[in-house]
């Protein structure tokens, strides 16, 4: 079967997927501030089509096959170990990784041909070409599968796939190479199918970072820069229009912030805010919704379901109150003060709720700071309609 192969009009094929796939992520790299890695496959998908060029030359040239062979097996080794690295940091782009790694076993290749004269049988080099290839697009799907905890995008779920696909295709065709016999697929199939497979993970990894920057954009509108909580524009278009009886909007607002600023720099406010609201969101229960409104301003939406709003906000207080951070001569401590309106009716309305909870936050800066209150207790309605 292998001689059967019209082997120039497949190796012509694999150069041009190579190529297509190369010049795709390379503009992408180009136009693309999140493309991190797509450069590095587009150099992996160049450097196999080199290799390439370079097999289709062996069977031109017999009196350089040794030469061209080696050369041949070598780049093939240094693409598919830039096309595993170049997975790696499309999947995480802080992944850090020291690039020149990637040279050593292209080295190692060189050197074992020189020794063993290996590549220059057609079928230990078939061999080694197909189960490398295998076992970097396996590794690559398992680093995709697993950073899907830090970034669940849906394509990874794709391109896990195809990879996976991709490895298992390479794993029979290594072995069929070995054994000179292709019960499973046969070759002209199978170097058609790996050539289609680089087309398709070209396309979806532009898909993958169009959707990271589909994300990012999204995270810029709804997410306050500096905390990362949500906005007040987020904050209205996620919280109930109409909040269920029970449920609670707490105001949450640092005490004399601005002198702190004044005081210590906006470094040292920037990092309380940041701190304030990352242990803020620590003790609040999962369907709570915190955002900060704006400034030193936060809200939360509890529902009902979690208890007495009081009670988190009273544990609020105490987790800000606890706070330490470092000034220019001692540490700096900040307080909190806190208002709380709950939802008595259905129909109730979130604007409506926000104002009467905003009205009971004025109430405990009034009252001395560092205090919660509540605009269904007698002091806050004493105070009202007085």
């Known amino acids: 079967m292998i001689t059967e192969l019209d082997l120039p009009t497949v190796l012509f094929l694999q150069k041009t997927s190579y190529i297509a796939g190369a010049m795709t992520l390379g503009y992408l790299r180009l136009t693309s501030t999140e493309s991190r890695g797509a450069g590095l496959l587009a150099a992996s998908f160049l450097v196999l089509a080199a290799g390439a060029t370079l097999a289709g030359y062996a069977e031109l040239y017999p009196v350089f096959y040794g030469f061209l062979s080696l050369i041949n097996i070598a780049l093939a080794v240094l693409g ?12 995480n782009p802080e992944r ?8 050593l076993p292209a080295v190692g290749t060189v050197m074992a041909g020189v020794v063993t004269d290996f590549h220059l049988n057609n079928t230990y080099r078939a061999t080694t070409f ?11 799907a398992g680093i995709v599968c697993r950073d899907a905890s830090r970034e669940p995008l849906p394509i990874r779920k794709l391109v896990a796939g195809i990879l996976a696909a991709t490895s298992l295709l390479s794993f029979i065709m290594g072995i069929e190479f070995s054994f000179h016999a292709f019960p499973v697929i046969d070759a002209v199939e199978g170097f058609s199918l790996m050539i289609l497979s680089k087309f398709v993970l070209a396309i979806a990894i532009v898909i993958f970072i169009s959707e990271r920057q589909h994300i990012k954009i999204k995270n810029l509108a709804d ?8 906005n007040r524009r987020s904050f209205s278009a996620y919280a109930p229009h ?3 009886p029970g449920d609670s909007i707490l105001f949450l607002d640092l005490d004399h912030f601005k002198q702190l600023n004044d005081r210590f720099g906006h470094a040292l406010g920037d990092q309380v805010l940041l701190v304030m609201a990352q242990a803020v969101q620590s003790i609040l229960p999962a369907s709570a919704l915190l955002a900060r409104h704006g400034g030193e ?10 208890g007495d709003a009081v009670l988190h906000a009273e544990r609020i207080r105490r987790t800000v109150a606890d706070l330490r951070f470092p000034g220019p001569a001692a540490e700096v401590t ?27 936050l004025y109430l405990a800066k009034a009252d001395g700071r560092n205090r919660v209150c509540a605009a269904d207790r007698a002091p806050f309605r004493q105070a009202t309609q007085g």
């Open 242 to 244: 109409e909040p269920q």
């Open 223 to 230: 997410r306050d820069p500096l905390t990362g909580l949500y």
């Open 297 to 306: 301003e936060f809200v939360v939406f509890l529902p009902a379901s979690e």
């Open 80 to 91: 598919y170990c830039l096309l595993g690295l170049a997975f790696a940091l499309i999947s």
């Open 96 to 103: 850090e990784f020291n690039t020149s790694l990637v040279f």
């Open 334 to 360: 900040v307080t909190i003060s806190i208002g709380i309106a709950r939802a008595s009716r259905n129909g109730s309305k979130l604007s409506e709720i926000c104002r009467e909870a905003d009205r009971a």
């Open 130 to 140: 197909t189960l490398l290839g295998c076992l970097t697009t396996a590794v690559a």
